[in-house]
């Protein structure tokens, strides 16, 4: 639910221009978040 949540917030604020992953690797749990940075926001 929290990963959802992380998903939504990031569409929110970013449209298409962040993304969040995850995966499980050799027994971790991994999870990678990109966004624009620096951000600036539309007018």
Partial sequence: M???NTRLRLDG???DN???VSS???GDYQVRIAFPYPWK???
């Fill in 2 to 4: 929290a990963l959802e």
């Fill in 13 to 15: 604020f970013f449209a």
């Fill in 18 to 20: 962040a993304s969040l």
């Fill in 24 to 26: 499980q690797i050799d």
């Fill in 41 to 43: 926001p539309e007018l």
